[in-house]
């Protein structure tokens, strides 16, 4: 059974950094695509950052130049880098991950940017 387990998350200041880790586990095969979600407190789950399956890498508006994301094909391991956090940025940051129309998803881990 496939397991995507997110870890990183927690409380930072406006304009602090964080990095957000999702483990793949239960898989022999290498995802098509991997990425980042969010959901912020009455608002639908979006899109933060994401490898699609053709390599290339997709970020929402919102997070360009602030968010990086990166991957370890060997490991099913996706990072995000996100930097001069916001409180917009306050949300639960879900894994995602795909293959061949198969959709996976983590838990979810909680960032939570507040002074």
């Known amino acids: 059974q496939v397991r995507l387990v997110e870890s990183g998350g927690g409380l930072v200041q406006p304009e602090g950094s964080l990095r957000l880790s999702c483990a793949a586990s239960?898989?022999?095969?290498?995802?098509?695509?991997m990425g980042w979600y969010r959901q912020a407190p009455g608002k639908e789950r979006e899109l933060v950052a994401a490898f699609t399956s053709g390599g290339t890498t997709v970020y929402a508006e919102s997070v360009k130049g602030r968010f990086a994301i990166s991957r370890d094909n060997a490991q099913n391991t996706v990072y995000l880098q996100m930097n001069s956090l916001k409180p917009e940025d306050t949300a639960v940051y879900y894994c995602?991950?795909?293959?061949?129309?198969?959709?996976?998803w983590g838990k979810g881990t909680l960032v939570t940017v507040s002074s």
């Open positions: 995602h991950a795909n293959y061949y129309g198969l959709n996976y």
């Open positions: 239960g898989s022999s095969f290498r995802f098509n695509g």
